[in-house]
């Protein structure tokens, strides 16, 4: 091969084959991000159902009724309010990994089903009135948000 062989076939490389590694690249990050994302949307999920299972085994609660649980003894506020405690930290959780100020289509859905969930739970009467208890010591970007979430659910 001459010189000249060299030269054209650097050229060639220069041209083609730098883009392409770059576009390899930054695809491979994007494919990283979204895998590492769904991961942390799989655990958050994870969590969740866990929440549900606790809430099951407390049926006595009726946690999930729409109305407010009537006539509860001291000891069964306090584990409703415990179960409430355990739902905000995990929102917060979800909040601070999932929610950001700029999403694309695909981090938004992600994000819209956890904002449902906290807007069910703001319905309910007795989560909506332990709420500001309930976030005492949490993020203060968190607790603005559900605030103001909960102060436009109808309860």
Do not use: K
Not at 38 to 51: E, G, K, P, T
Request: proline share 5%; net charge negative; charged share 25%.
């Amino acid at each position: 091969m001459t010189l000249e062989t060299w030269e054209l076939l650097s050229y060639v490389v220069t041209v083609i084959g730098l883009p392409l590694a770059i576009a390899v690249f930054v695809y491979e990050q994007r494919r990283e991000r979204d895998n590492e994302e769904d991961a942390v949307y799989q655990l958050l999920s994870d969590n969740y159902q866990d929440f549900l299972r606790i809430a099951l085994e407390h049926s006595e609660l009726r946690l999930f009724a729409p109305e407010q649980t009537p006539a509860l003894t001291a000891e069964q506020r306090e584990r409703m309010l415990i179960i409430f405690s355990m739902l905000v930290s995990l929102f917060e959780r979800a909040y601070l990994l999932l929610r950001e100020d700029h999403m694309d289509p695909r981090q938004q859905r992600l994000w819209q089903s956890w904002e449902d969930y906290m807007l069910e739970w703001c319905r309910r009467a007795d989560f909506h009135a332990a709420l500001p208890t309930l976030l005492r010591g949490e993020d203060p970007e968190f607790a603005a948000y559900l605030s103001a979430l909960a102060d436009h659910a109808p309860v």
